[in-house]
């Protein structure tokens, strides 16, 4: 059989059959580590919000724990370091998980100051995201009473 003048015979390595599969194969590859590190993000932060919610209830339920005095006719409502890290620690204790309560003090005797610490582990382990990540969260209120 003659060929055409025009037509010509493939050159030697020419052919682009399974450069398609190659790439696709790379872009999945691609989008499950973007995927896998989103998902990862996505619990740190969740984590980080929840440690935050855990240090906001505990110093709340600590500057509740007041003591009422009357002083020239005024209620005064005081707080003490212990009185504040007992509250803490009992609402720690009690919501906590596996969160511990770091600091509990009353700077000023009025408002409390509750440090709590936790860790987050990543959900899916990938080699791209650390193991663990050491959290904290520091929180303060002040009593009802002034």
């Known amino acids: 059989m003659m060929r055409a003048r025009g037509d010509r015979a493939p050159a030697f390595g020419s052919d682009d059959d399974g450069s398609v599969m190659v790439l696709t194969l790379?872009?999945?590859?691609?989008?499950?580590?973007a995927i896998l590190i989103c998902v990862a993000a996505t619990s740190l932060y969740l984590a980080q919000k929840r440690l935050d919610a855990l240090a906001d209830a505990a110093a709340l339920a600590?500057?509740?724990g007041f003591e009422l005095t009357v002083v020239a006719g005024e209620p005064v409502a005081t707080l003490s370091d212990t009185d504040v890290r007992?509250?803490?620690q009992?609402?720690?204790d009690e919501i906590g998980g596996d969160a511990m309560l770091v600091a509990a003090d009353t700077p000023d005797g009025v408002s409390a100051r509750v440090t709590v610490a936790g860790a987050w582990h990543p959900p899916v382990?990938?080699?791209?995201?650390?193991?663990?990540?050491?959290l904290a969260a520091t929180a303060t209120s002040r009593t009802a009473l002034r």
Not at 26 to 33: K, N, P, T
Not at 126 to 133: A, K
Request: negative net charge; hydrophobic residues 65%.
């Open 62 to 64: 600590a500057a509740d």
């Open 90 to 92: 009992l609402m720690i």
């Open 26 to 33: 790379g872009y999945a590859v691609l989008a499950i580590v």
């Open 125 to 134: 382990v990938t080699l791209f995201v650390p193991d663990g990540v050491a």
């Open 86 to 88: 007992d509250q803490a």
